[in-house]
């Protein structure tokens, strides 16, 4: 069964600092790997989205990264400012059945 | 843009009441979620919808159903609710199942059970 993890679970960097953050997922057989962002409270907005023929994309500063063989993503965000603050989530879509399998999310704080 | 609309941000219910969130997509999308979100676990799919009349279990259905009578329309039914069922519960659309494409979540109903 298809499994997600993101590590850490939370994370503190000042303003300006380049990051990363980190999904492993247990199972290669994937459709594509998806990238979100959650605001306190608020619904999830999509960020970046891999299908799995490709390695990377790319947004603005936000570049994802896919490794199916290694069953790992990374998401890069460049110059982070106080406006990245937020939960990041991962999802894989499952080959078999096209549905969404989640990480637990990384939540970010930028510090001004 | 795709909007996806829910029809309560805020709910507070009592237990043994039955709860309707309902949720609205604009964009002829065949394919409609549900999903619940607690703290630590991520999102867990309740269930799911490729078409009108159409409903398909997710992960976790126990306590819940669906109804899609409409393509643009699709509701949660807590049938009794109960205080474990206080959660985020976020609907979602995708165009059709297998395209290329994200799913567009709405704001989320944060619902209460006393």
């Known amino acids: 069964k298809q499994e997600v993890t993101q590590i850490p679970a939370a994370l503190s960097v000042p303003e300006g600092e380049n990051l990363v953050l980190n999904c492993s997922f247990t199972?290669?057989?994937?459709?594509?790997l998806q990238w979100f962002r959650q605001d306190p409270g608020k619904g999830l907005t999509s960020l970046l989205l891999?299908?799995?023929s490709q390695r990377e994309q790319t947004s603005g500063r936000l570049n994802a990264s896919l490794d199916k063989s290694s069953g790992r993503s990374t998401l890069y965000i460049a110059a982070s400012q106080p406006g990245d603050s937020a939960t990041y989530l991962c999802?894989?879509?499952?080959?078999?059945?096209?549905?969404?399998?989640w990480g637990a999310g990384t939540k970010l704080i930028i510090k001004p | 843009d795709v909007k996806v609309t829910q029809s309560s941000r805020y709910l507070v219910k009592r237990t043994g009441e039955k709860v309707f969130l309902e949720c609205v997509q604009d964009m002829d999308h065949e394919n409609m979620f549900w999903y619940r979100q607690d703290p630590g676990l991520g999102l867990r799919l309740i269930y799911f919808s490729y078409d009108v009349k159409m409903k398909e279990k997710g992960d976790i259905p126990e306590g819940y159903s669906v109804s899609r009578e409409k393509k643009e329309r699709f509701s949660l039914i807590l049938e009794s609710a109960s205080t474990n069922q206080t959660s985020m519960y976020l609907c979602?659309?995708?165009?059709?199942?297998?395209?290329?494409?994200?799913?567009?979540f709405g704001p989320g109903t944060r619902l209460t059970v006393l």
């Open positions: 999802a894989v879509e499952v080959d078999s059945n096209y549905q969404l399998i």
């Open positions: 979602a659309s995708r165009y059709y199942r297998g395209s290329a494409d994200t799913q567009y």
């Open positions: 891999i299908q799995s």
């Open positions: 199972d290669s057989a994937i459709y594509n």
